[in-house]
């Protein structure tokens, strides 16, 4: 009752407020619009995100090295780190594309099975459709020297020098390769332990000829600052060992190896330490509980000339 005692007129029904904002057309489109924007841009950082973790191809990484002991130009393909990874059936795109690259000697560098895996298979079968393309030579990781050499449970290298792969472990042969004569050898040593004596026996030899020297070695810590193997007269070395530091962070270079800590000194890429190029690969597969970011596998060419 009004206080004059007329009946009161009903309230006009109003909506609350947030409903009103609710059915506003210009509003609502506004909110799908912002909606949409933002589901775009988790949907680019989602495919940015698994686009790092895409290690299901590999890329081509060329070098070109000039030496004046190489008369004729030669092609390298090396191969590191491989862990049993497969790209295709079989490694076909692997092997498809070595054969379109016409590499004159495919070093592979070590690390191309796990230590904890027994079926090496992966390795054979590549092996087998390689020495096809090219001579094949084969240095050791430290996996295939924990099964091969430490636990003797593997007879992989016999499997493969069946197939005519030259296993170089702590040896070398002397080969011509389109007119350069090279000395191309395999040190199994890890770092140091080079005074092993069936390490000096074959060092020693290896170091004496005038022949360049062309070296599979897994470790590439030789050849860092105050590296071992500085002011040896080894021509090339074929590293791997580090997988590129798992992480690449743009503009800085490699993360991480569990071996070497944060940020090593190298993690990829070609330098000169003192008389001898390195060459370091990122490798082509992964064996730590890291995964490789932004660091797809790589397969390295290397136009000596
Ligand atoms: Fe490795």
């Known amino acids: 009752m009004s206080p004059a005692g007329t009946p009161e ?3 006009a029904m109003s909506l609350p407020e947030e409903t009103k ?18 589901l775009l841009i988790v949907a680019a950082a989602v495919w940015k995100v698994m686009g790092l973790l895409d290690n299901s191809y590999f890329v081509d990484t060329f070098y ?9 130009p030669m092609r390298i393909v090396e191969l590191a780190d491989l862990h049993l990874n497969e790209f295709g059936e079989d490694n076909i795109e692997l092997v498809e594309e070595i054969k379109r690259l016409k590499p004159d000697l495919i070093a592979m560098a070590g690390d191309m099975i796990n230590q904890d895996d027994p079926d090496t298979s992966v390795v ?11 001579p094949v030579y084969f240095c050791y990781g430290n996996h295939e020297k924990q099964v091969i050499r ?28 389109n007119g350069n004569i090279i000395d191309i050898g395999g040190l199994s040593a890890n770092p140091g332990t080079m005074e092993a004596e069936y390490t000096q026996r074959f060092w020693q030899a290896y170091l004496q000829t005038e022949n360049y020297h062309l070296l599979l070695v897994h470790y590439p810590q030789y050849f860092f600052s105050n590296g071992e193997l500085l002011g040896t007269n080894i021509d090339m070395a074929l590293c791997g060992h580090l997988h590129g530091g798992q992480v690449i962070i743009p503009g800085k270079g490699g993360l991480y190896h569990p071996l070497e800590g944060f940020f090593p000194e190298h993690t990829d ?17 992964n064996h730590n509980k890291v995964p490789r970011i932004n660091n797809p596998p790589e397969l390295v060419i290397v136009d000596v000339y």
Not at 124 to 134: N, S
Not at 154 to 173: A, I, K, P, Q, W
């Open 269 to 285: 890429g070609v330098w000169q330490a003192e008389n001898t190029w390195v060459v370091l690969s990122r490798g082509l597969g």
């Open 64 to 72: 070109q090295i000039e030496d004046e002991k190489i008369q004729n």
């Open 9 to 11: 007129e009903p309230a």
């Open 124 to 134: 054979v079968t590549l092996c087998r459709q390689l020495v096809d393309v090219a």
């Open 150 to 177: 430490v636990e003797q449970t593997s007879t992989l290298n016999l499997e493969l020098e069946e197939l005519g792969v030259h296993v170089l472990h702590n040896r070398y042969e002397t080969i011509n390769v």
């Open 21 to 38: 904002r609710k059915k506003d057309p210009a509003r609502r489109k506004k909110l799908l619009r912002r909606m949409l924007i933002f």
